[in-house]
């Protein structure tokens, strides 16, 4: 039958964009998230199973960035792009730092960022002694109101 597709609901040849390939893996590591049997510490960075290394890129809060950060940087180079979708995001909370890194990107286009990672990891830019507390969440401030009682 030709134009009936393959019978799984999407097209051939149709790739989705960043935006979308992005929200789909984070929902692929929610819905995982309430799973029993996900991971208890940082150690399983390095399962087999890529969605228990996606939830372990989080569990390293109580590790100094001297043991984590390497650690999150090499994950940018995980085979899967759940894993080094999660580890940028975590790498981001950790330092407030950006480096352009795009998950989803080819591996050519992905190197150039893991390299400025590395790079600004081996410059001694960071306190590498001591853990790092999460970063704050931003908070909207609200001016008070102009209205009298």
Do not use: H
């Amino acid at each position: 039958m030709e134009g009936a597709g393959r019978g799984d609901g999407f097209k051939e040849g149709v790739v989705p964009d960043g935006r979308s390939l992005a929200r789909l893996m984070m929902l692929a590591v929610a819905l995982a998230a309430g799973c029993g049997g996900g991971p208890r510490n940082f150690r399983k960075i390095e399962s087999k199973a890529p969605l228990t290394r996606a939830r372990a890129v989080g569990l390293g809060a109580r590790k100094t960035d001297a043991k984590v950060l390497p650690v999150l940087i090499e994950r940018l180079s995980d085979p899967d792009p759940v894993v080094r979708l999660a580890a940028n995001q975590e790498l981001i909370r950790r330092t407030g730092r950006d480096f352009g890194y795009v998950s989803w990107a080819s591996a050519e286009e992905r190197s150039g960022a893991i390299a400025r990672w590395r790079d600004w990891l081996g410059g001694g830019d960071v306190p590498l002694a001591a853990p790092q507390a999460p970063m704050p969440r931003a908070v909207a401030k609200i001016p008070p109101s102009t209205a009298t009682p």
